[in-house]
C-alpha cells in the first residue's frame, strides 16, 4: 500500500500547475483567434458600387476601420467615385441610416461601421442586440448586403487591437462587402437609383420640372 501511494504522491509534486483560465493569457488567446479570420479570393469590384456609414464614438478607432475597408476596397479594384461615405451619431443609428441608404437604390452593399465597448451598465448589451438584430433586418428587408462591421468588445484594447495592423476587421469587412455585392448583382442585377434620401449625387436627380431634388438627411 505504502509504495501505490508513493508514485500519484510524488507526481503530484512533480506536476507544473495548471494554467490560468483568465487574465491577459486569455486576452492574448482571443486576439489570436480573432486574427484567424476568413479567407477572400479574387474579386472583381470594378462594377460595384459601396456604402460606408461610420458612427462618430470612438473616431480613432472609427476612423482606422474605415481606412481598412476602403484599402480592401481599392485592393478589389471598387472605384473611389464608387464609394458612398456618411456618419452617424452612434452606432445606435447605423440599422435606420443603413436602410435609408439602401432603399436609396445608390450601393449594392453597405459596410456599417462603429464601435461598442462595455462598460458597468447593461447598455452594452442592449445596443449590441438591438444593432445586430437591426443591421439583419435592413438587409433582409431591402435585398442589399449589409455586412457586420460593428466591434463589440470588453475593452478599449481589444477594440484597439482589432482595428490596426494585420487583424484590422476594416479589411475584412470591406471584402465581405464587395463579395456580397457582387453576389447581389449575379443572382438579381445592379441596384437601380430610385430614391434620393441624402446618398450619391443630387445633380443627377430632378423632379418633374427639371428642377435637382434638394437633398435631404446626410
Same mark, same amino acid.
Given at each position: 500500500?505504502?509504495?501505490?501511494?508513493?508514485?500519484?504522491?510524488?507526481?503530484?509534486?512533480?506536476? @507544473?500547475?495548471?494554467?490560468?483560465?483568465?487574465?491577459?493569457?486569455?486576452?492574448?488567446?482571443?486576439?489570436?483567434?480573432?486574427?484567424?479570420?476568413?479567407?477572400?479570393?479574387?474579386?472583381?469590384?470594378?462594377?460595384?458600387?459601396?456604402?460606408?456609414?461610420?458612427?462618430?464614438?470612438?473616431? +480613432?478607432?472609427?476612423?482606422?476601420?474605415?481606412?481598412?475597408?476602403?484599402?480592401?476596397?481599392? +485592393?478589389?479594384?471598387?472605384? @473611389?467615385?464608387?464609394?458612398?461615405?456618411?456618419?452617424?451619431?452612434?452606432?445606435? +443609428?447605423? @440599422?435606420?441610416?443603413?436602410?435609408?441608404?439602401?432603399?436609396?437604390?445608390?450601393?449594392?452593399?453597405?459596410?456599417?461601421?462603429?464601435?461598442?465597448?462595455?462598460?458597468?451598465?447593461?447598455?452594452?448589451?442592449?445596443?449590441?442586440?438591438?444593432?445586430?438584430?437591426?443591421?439583419?433586418?435592413?438587409?433582409?428587408?431591402?435585398?442589399?448586403?449589409?455586412?457586420?462591421?460593428?466591434?463589440?468588445?470588453?475593452?478599449?484594447?481589444?477594440?484597439?487591437?482589432?482595428?490596426?495592423?494585420?487583424?484590422?476587421?476594416?479589411?475584412?469587412?470591406?471584402?465581405?462587402?464587395?463579395?456580397?455585392?457582387?453576389?447581389?448583382?449575379?443572382?438579381?442585377?445592379?441596384?437601380?437609383?430610385?430614391?434620393?434620401?441624402?446618398?450619391?449625387?443630387?445633380?443627377?436627380?430632378?423632379?418633374?420640372?427639371?428642377?435637382?431634388? +434638394?437633398?435631404?438627411?446626410?
Amino acid at each position: 500500500m505504502l509504495t501505490t501511494l508513493a508514485v500519484p504522491l510524488c507526481l503530484s509534486l512533480v506536476l @507544473p500547475p495548471a494554467a490560468p483560465v483568465g487574465g491577459r493569457a486569455a486576452a492574448r488567446a482571443s486576439i489570436r483567434m480573432a486574427g484567424d479570420g476568413v479567407q477572400f479570393g479574387d474579386l472583381d469590384g470594378a462594377e460595384a458600387r459601396i456604402g460606408i456609414i461610420r458612427a462618430r464614438w470612438h473616431p +480613432e478607432i472609427g476612423n482606422s476601420l474605415v481606412e481598412g475597408a476602403k484599402k480592401a476596397l481599392q +485592393e478589389c479594384g471598387v472605384k @473611389p467615385e464608387n464609394i458612398v461615405e456618411t456618419e452617424v451619431p452612434g452606432s445606435f +443609428e447605423l @440599422p435606420l441610416a443603413a436602410r435609408y441608404m439602401a432603399l436609396s437604390g445608390t450601393v449594392d452593399a453597405i459596410i456599417p461601421i462603429g464601435i461598442l465597448i462595455k462598460g458597468d451598465t447593461y447598455h452594452f448589451e442592449a445596443i449590441s442586440d438591438s444593432v445586430s438584430s437591426g443591421l439583419m433586418s435592413v438587409g433582409l428587408q431591402t435585398g442589399i448586403p449589409i455586412t457586420f462591421g460593428v466591434l463589440t468588445c470588453m475593452t478599449e484594447e481589444q477594440a484597439k487591437s482589432r482595428s490596426t495592423g494585420a487583424d484590422n476587421h476594416g479589411v475584412q469587412w470591406g471584402k465581405a462587402a464587395v463579395e456580397m455585392a457582387l453576389l447581389r448583382r449575379s443572382a438579381i442585377g445592379p441596384s437601380s437609383k430610385k430614391f434620393f434620401m441624402g446618398f450619391g449625387d443630387s445633380a443627377g436627380n430632378a423632379d418633374k420640372t427639371g428642377k435637382p431634388i +434638394e437633398r435631404i438627411g446626410f
